[in-house]
């Protein structure tokens, strides 16, 4: 009897496995470039799907990129501690996985990111308390330019943080761009080649540019605790609302350029010396922009007429993918239940 108790409860775990199994997403990597081409991944029961309105849930990760040709579980919003993140005041971690610190200069713009038919540039704050040499900084904002479009998206400024209030403020092609409220709330460009989605109900979104890139954004404020720790002396009237962004690019060119972007190139060495607690990276003149939305600095590489006949090599990774909207809406994969 308890032989067959036994095999009854396998079959039946077995069973259920199967039933949860079926019910999850399977994604298919359509990108000829990627290495997982041509196969079906499916996701894990633990996160079956791509997508939750729970903020806090994990959904389904497809790297298509890996050799692995794996899912995973992971959350949607930055991870200040993995490649391709610019937060804090602001550190960097770059392709390489190095970490450095690019401090900029306060109501100034610089290029993070500049490739043929991709530019990213950065909008930084701050201030200067008495007896400091430098401003103490951060991203506020981030003006995109991607082919023809331009996109930007910035931190509200705000006396006291608010969580109950959304401090995102967007612009797509130079007219303000409304993008309602509420966790899964996506707004497409006319031709879908541009998405913005909300990953809470405030202060966190996507950003997928086609087949190039996907940007994870979150506002923050710069806390008491962190005015205690770092000795801000940040005012009464501020508090410095940021940007924490995450970055996974599709493709670069080897030649790609920026704060972040040199870090993607096969070749790069990076000056962060090693050891040290805080290593600096300057050459802001070579990255200052005249403006959010400016394609120019000495080091820009921009020109959206050229970029699709430039060489590129696939770099990066797919991130979390759109599953709930059709084929259509998952620029190039196609997912199954």
Known sequence: MEIRSSSLFII????????????????????PASRCYGKYIQCPYECPSTSYENRKAKVCHV???????KSHCKHRKPNC??????CYDPRFIGGDGIVFYFHGKSNEHFNLVSDTSLQINGRFIGHRPAGRTRDFTW??????????????????????????????????????????????????SPEKEVKVERVANKNSVIVTLKDTAEIMVNVVPVTKEDDRIHHYKVPSDDCFAHLEVQFRFFSLSPDVDGVLGRTYRPDFENPA???VAMPVVGSEDKYRTTSLLSPECSTCLFSPETGSNQETTSQTEILTLDCI?????????????
């Open 81 to 86: 501690n993995s490649p391709g993140s610019a």
């Open 273 to 275: 010396k090693p050891g």
């Open 63 to 69: 790297n298509c990129d890996s050799p692995v040709c």
């Open 325 to 337: 909207r059709g084929a259509s809406a998952g620029y190039g994969i196609v997912c199954k239940k």
């Open 139 to 188: 991203i506020q904002a981030l003006g995109i330019l991607f082919n023809s479009h331009s996109i930007s998206l910035e931190a509200t400024k705000a006396a006291t943080w608010n969580s109950e209030v959304d401090h995102l403020k967007f612009s797509y092609n130079g007219e303000e761009l409304v993008v309602p409220e509420g966790a899964l709330s996506s707004w497409y």
């Open 12 to 31: 039946l775990i077995i069973f259920v496995s199967t039933v949860i199994q079926a019910k999850a997403d399977s994604v298919y990597c359509s990108n």
